[in-house]
């Protein structure tokens, strides 16, 4: 009978309240004992009330609801090794032996280096007598699983996050809604959507909404004077007729120098190259707000009931696992090889290598 820890952590994602009623709901239902830790790492360094045992209706409602109920934050400490020890100590305080954290990446490379540093923090609260010699050896491995709650789709190993079904719903509905102004008045759009340094928003509103062109850290401009390739390609949708047109910059878009792109200067070029009526849009927060779509209830559902299933599978062997979805299908991966692979996606930006960006992206952008 396992003791499982649920929290939510880093930005908030519509879809996490399913996952944790499904991680809830599931534990209960294979006789484990689910604990709620609220507010995130925050709340497993602070321990004490943040931490309660979960009934079966704790969780009534979550399925519908967006953002995360049982709160998240940033957590300074837990980037800390001792923050990261006293968070160790809270869960061994309360019996918990498996831990399930849904966030971003961030939050689980912060999992990521709690699984690797684990034996380490129990040697030292039992030398420090922080803890007990039988309380060490009951608590010598803990079983970390991820699912990645995040609107930005930014994560390796698995084709769509938790959130950025929602998150994208809602940008189209805005663009829908911006466009029929522009319409009217002929004007030109320029929408900065989120997404960190990860260009799936941008890519897929693009798509969706008929963008006429489109910034993504990715897939940076082919040429150094792309200013003047986007105003013919403007220009030339004007001339066939088009009464607007609509720019999405992704808000890490960049050049193939690496200098970022931001909406404002494109609504300079437009305006002072083509002379369009151009106005910038921030979408911000909104695309984080609202409920979450049906195929986010149903990921948060299907990968939190499966997170259940991986900690009673699994050995002191066992790799601490990430759960995904690849072509359709869950899937359980080694949480550190999708960490190491999402950290290569930001090196080969780095080294201006956007083919090989592209290609580890490939899983969540399609062909
Ligand atoms: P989103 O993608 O929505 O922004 P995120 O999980 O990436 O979510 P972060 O702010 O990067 O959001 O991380 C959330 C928390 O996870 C941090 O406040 C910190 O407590 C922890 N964390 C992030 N990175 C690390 C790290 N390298 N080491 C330890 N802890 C970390």
Redesign the pocket.
Known sequence: KKNIGILT?????QGMNPCVRAVVRMAIARNCNPYLIYE???GLVDGGDKIKAAKWSDVSGFLTLGGTLIG?????????LE??RTGVLNLIKNGIDALVVI?????????D??RAEWPSHVEALEKDGRISKESADKYRTLMIVGMV????N?LASTDMTI?ASSALTRICESVDAILSTALSHQRAFVVEVMG?HCGWLALNAAISTGADYLFIPEAPPKNDDWETAMCNTLKASRDAGKRTSLVIVAEGAIDRNLNPIKAEYVKDVLAQRLGYDTRVTILGHVQRGGAPVHFDRFLGTMQGAEAVEAILRATPETPSPVIGMLENKITTQPLKEAIQLTGEVAASIGRKDFARAMELRSNAFGQ
Do not use: H, N, P, V
């Not at 998240?72 to 800390?80: K, S």
């Open positions: 952590s880093g930005g908030d994602a995130g790492y925050q998240t934050a940033r957590c300074m400490a837990f980037r800390e923050g990261r966030g971003g990446d961030g939050s689980l490379t912060g999992a280096k709690l709650g995040s609107i930005d930014d959130g960190r």
